[in-house]
């Protein structure tokens, strides 16, 4: 995806002749299904035997819906987090699928998170009227990137050994259960499907991606990848400007005959 969140037409040409040669097409994001609808529509991903990795692996589900594999976290562990954000100053945003619940966890610093993914609903909440039943997929705080960077050498060491917590862009910070990553939503599909991990391959420049990059037979990462992934990968790309994606499935699936 190119810096304007766009898809070029070499990536999408690319992608297209991969799936009409039986390559399953796989997009794996923090983001709920319904925020990546339209890259789904437009790289025609949408049949029953198209398939997605959300939430960072907490949810593996086929692109028309249909829920394959689910990790949540419980609400103790969502008030844990939320406390730990107030003592940082950080905004809270907790996701549930299509909603994010806003709490007010920071004194001076308002939730970026709205003008990141616009397709969410925000619903304003406070920690105490979270249901025990209700579904939580993660927890993220989304706010200035020096800001945010500085907060995050506060966290203790103990909250690594209980979450699994990155950063999916410069200003985004996320909370998931522990073991749950993209490399986990893969193993889940990959078990599903009948397809190995030395039969894949995945592309990525976050530190969210990095687990899959390294779960993968090829990990590939993107020129603009953090130093982290690149240093992780089998492979490095050309950069999201300059169709990375599609360089990497001709070299890899075309020009290789596939894995």
Do not use: W
Not at 10 to 30: D, H
Not at 150 to 156: H, V
Not at 204 to 210: R, Y
Not at 221 to 234: H, I
């Amino acid at each position: 995806m190119t810096d304007a969140k766009t898809i070029s037409d070499t990536n999408k040409a690319a992608l297209a002749q991969a799936k009409a040669q039986g390559v399953k097409i796989v997009i794996c994001t923090g983001r709920p299904l319904i925020a990546i609808k339209d890259y789904l529509a437009e790289l025609n991903l949408l049949d029953a035997d198209d398939y997605s990795i959300t939430f960072n692996g907490g949810l593996i589900q086929t692109n028309t819906g249909e829920i394959l594999g689910k990790t949540a976290m419980d609400l103790a562990d969502v008030k844990h987090i939320y406390q730990l954000f107030v003592e940082l100053n950080l905004p809270t945003d907790v996701l549930s699928d299509a909603l994010s619940f806003q709490l007010a966890s920071s004194t001076d610093r308002p939730s970026l998170y709205p003008t990141m993914n616009k397709a969410l609903t925000y619903v304003t909440k406070t920690v105490e009227v979270l249901e025990e039943n209700a579904l939580y997929n993660k927890v993220v705080a989304a706010t200035e990137v020096d800001y945010l960077d500085q907060q995050i050498a506060l966290i203790p060491a103990e909250e690594y050994e209980r979450f699994e917590i990155f950063k999916t862009r410069p200003n985004l910070l996320e909370f998931m259960p522990k073991g749950v990553t993209k490399a986990f939503g893969l193993s889940v599909l990959g078990e599903r499907l009948g397809i190995a991990a030395n039969e894949m391959m995945a592309l990525g420049d976050e530190a969210n991606d990095l687990s899959m990059i390294t779960y993968a037979g090829v990990g590939v990462a993107m020129e603009n990848a953090t130093d982290g992934v690149k240093s992780a990968a089998n492979f490095v790309t050309g950069t999201n400007q300059a169709d990375g994606v599609a360089q990497a499935i001709q070299k890899f699936v075309f020009d290789e005959g596939g894995f």
